[in-house]
């Protein structure tokens, strides 16, 4: 059994602190006291339970299923103490121990130059082979964030880096299909490895347009909480490449089942990332995930 406490997060478990700011209530006084006492062996059927627990359905995304992840994250931790195994070795048996990463600039307040400069510093600092910078103006159809900034970036970052480096781009729901489209040829011209949430995250016929229409490969999935539409954009193929976030989504269980469904359909899950703890449960993620991308 397990009695799960919160202090600025449960179990020192931390993400953004922004968020928990306004998600300790919902943790709190909705989702910690539905564990109270239950036994951490059933934890599969306690994610359906709190999510029924006092109507928690009625707040499904972010803000319910973030709270849950930290939950998750102290059980699994706990079962994993308790048998002296790995989070891998719970889910199934771990199949790699190194696995490649990006380094994500996460800026849009940068000129091209500017950007290409803080990216070398992350380089430099981590020694990344490939590298994840945003276009667009996030969530502002078809605005770039600077007058001409993903034009000139997206070609500057392959000229600087050479062809060795591993290009990602993040629009963050930026564009139309046509526009995003538009854009998805330049990352293609310059041999980018994924193009994510190119359009509106909840526009999905928009988005197979645009999947439908490039070669690249189209990722999405940060904002979802919805395991049903998940497995919709899975058979329907609105994108290449799911991305659940471990904490937005609730954790590594149902996170897993999004990849269990994806590998069905020979598609990669290649999870979103948070903050937080969100890169250690991210290693683990893949530590026992066979298509992470």
Known sequence: FVRVRSK????????????????????????IPYFIGKDARALEDHLFGVYRHASNYKYQGLALWTP????????LDLLG??????????????????????VASGRRDTTPEQEIDYLKGLIDRTGA????????????RNQDALPGRTDRLIPLS?????????IHADANSSYDPPKAIEVGRMLEAVGAVHYEEPCPFDDFVATKKVTDALKIP??????????????WCIREHVADIMQPDLYYYGGLIRSTRVARMAEECDMATTVHLSGGFGFVYSLHFASFTPKIG
């Open 81 to 102: 103490r308790r048998t002296n195994q790995s989070l891998g070795d719970l889910f199934g048996g771990v199949i790699r121990t190194r696995m490649p990463f990006y």
């Open 158 to 166: 392959r000229k600087v880096f050479g062809d060795k480096m591993a």
């Open 129 to 140: 082979k490939a590298i994840k910078y945003r276009v667009g103006g996030r969530m502002n």
């Open 218 to 231: 189209v990722a999405l999935g940060e904002q979802e909480s919805s395991q049903a539409r998940f497995q």
């Open 8 to 31: 600025d997060g449960a179990a020192g478990i931390s993400v953004d602190n922004g968020r928990m700011s306004v998600l300790h209530p919902i943790l709190n006084r909705l989702v």
């Open 68 to 75: 849950v992840a930290l939950v998750e994250f102290a059980i």
